[in-house]
């Protein structure tokens, strides 16, 4: 396999899935179809999962605000990074995505668990369908 992206070998395997996973998923942001998938997306966003999810102790976490829509940037809020999950568990087919749901769900426990539910989510629009987003943020500081 060739490609203008990767060059001539296949994408390396995501960590915590499987090769065939793993490629099912690379096929998957490749089909692109929709603006949170592009190649490396998801094993991006399990980074950065993982990474926010990662300080010891018990304090609470807030999701934050990207100050940057562009692709690049927008991982620096989490729940982008859920919603690139999201959004490629509904592209795999069947066994692909059992397997990325059952890594997921333990980050998904964790996430819950170390994140406050939101009191005011009713008054905010943005969103607010996802669980992800019914949890209290910190929003960007103002100028
Ligand atoms: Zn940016």
Redesign the pocket.
């Known amino acids: 396999m060739t490609s203008r992206l990767w060059g001539p070998a296949p994408p390396p395997r995501i960590r915590g899935l499987s090769t065939g996973t793993s490629l099912a998923v690379h096929r998957a942001e490749r089909a692109g179809g929709s603006w949170y998938l592009h190649p490396g997306a998801t094993d991006w966003a399990l980074r950065r999962y993982r990474e926010f999810l990662s300080p010891p102790g018990r304090r609470p976490l807030y999701p934050r605000e990207?100050?940057?829509?562009?692709?690049?940037?927008?991982f620096d809020d989490v729940r982008h990074a859920r919603d690139v999950l999201d959004e490629i568990l509904r592209e795999l087919p069947v066994r692909a995505r059992a397997e990325l749901l059952r890594l997921l769900r333990p980050l998904d426990t964790t996430f819950r668990r170390r994140t406050l539910p939101d009191p005011f989510t009713h008054r905010r629009h943005w969103r607010t369908e996802f669980w992800w987003y019914r949890r209290l943020a910190d929003p960007l500081e103002g100028p």
């Not at 990207?66 to 940037?73: E, H, L």
């Open positions: 990207a100050p940057c829509s562009c692709p690049g940037c927008s």
